[in-house]
């Protein structure tokens, strides 16, 4: 059926021993018939359902001492949202059916864990069925810094305090060659490695995403995704991976960039990366999730044809790619993303932030019952 792939690499690949070289070779033959290897594997592993989750996400600071040469988003004199300016947004969420609120912000100086638990006890008491599904494995390293305690600590003290999961963000390229230039201040490869290991370990599952389309080769964009099929092998905490294309506008990085005559990457090499990760982590994450905001609506419905089985979430605001020249709003409705989803021949599911079905509500969700055969 894959006449153009080698039986050898399609073998390594059911198994889920996909290597480096195997990803190079894929890259190399037409795109058609990747493509068409990528969708088997995804069928095989989640069928024809597309999920999606209804959620907010919260960018509660667009202040940050960060010096990420990538970013679109900080503010030297950028605002800070107060607790009850979180919560106000917290209770729109929960207005428009959101089952999960994603919060994250830049990294403030003056602020240690404290704030952090601060928001996550304030939704658990006044919500306590809301998913909290917030900080990045960047924040919660510089809180504990900040706080004098180890991530462990901190970790413990968050899940403690009510928080689910975390977005497995601030991983860009898991290359410190790579890091060194974009974002110097960041987290090394092992300190992401280890607080997400750490997460895992305290109960708290992550996602796993990838900026790509800057300076990486295409060996270190494949040396990222066997990282997290590592980690996932060890942890079994990642739930989704989100290979998210760079915004070049706004940035330093991109104007740079631009400069040199590139710019966003092509959507062939945005579909190609997306069948690529759905191969490398085959029997292992289970869950590719395509960005509508990054890719835009009509390229992310495509992706589902390339390995993708998710589309994310209806998100509300999401102020950090808008700065970055995304052009694709900050909300759709429900019934847009199943638009999508139908047009694209699969079936749509709501789904919770751990992938369950979300169960209609007793009274005032007119929401259709969405079961995955997985109890919650
Ligand atoms: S990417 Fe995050 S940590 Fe880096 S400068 Fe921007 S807001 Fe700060």
Redesign the pocket.
Known sequence: MNSKIPEDLIERAYQGKSTKEDALQLLEIPPLELFRFADELRELAVGDIVTYVVNRNINFASR?V???G??A??DKNGYVLSLEEIMAKVREAKQAKATEVCIQG??LPEVGLDFYLGIVEAIKAEFPEMHIHSFSP?EVYHAARISGITVKEALFRLRKSGLDTMPGT?AEILSDRVREII?PL?LKTGEWVDVVRKAHAAGIPTTATMMYGHIETPEERIEHMLIIREIQKETGGITEFVPLPFMPYNNPVGEKLIKEGRYATPGLEDLKTYAISRILLNGYVNNIQASWVKLGKKLAQFALYCGANDLGGTLMEESISKSAGASNGERISVEELEWMIHGAGRIPKERTTLYRGVREMASGNSRKVLGFGISE
């Open positions: 940050c960060g010096t990420c990538f970013c988003f900080k830049g990294l960047m601030a974002c960041k």
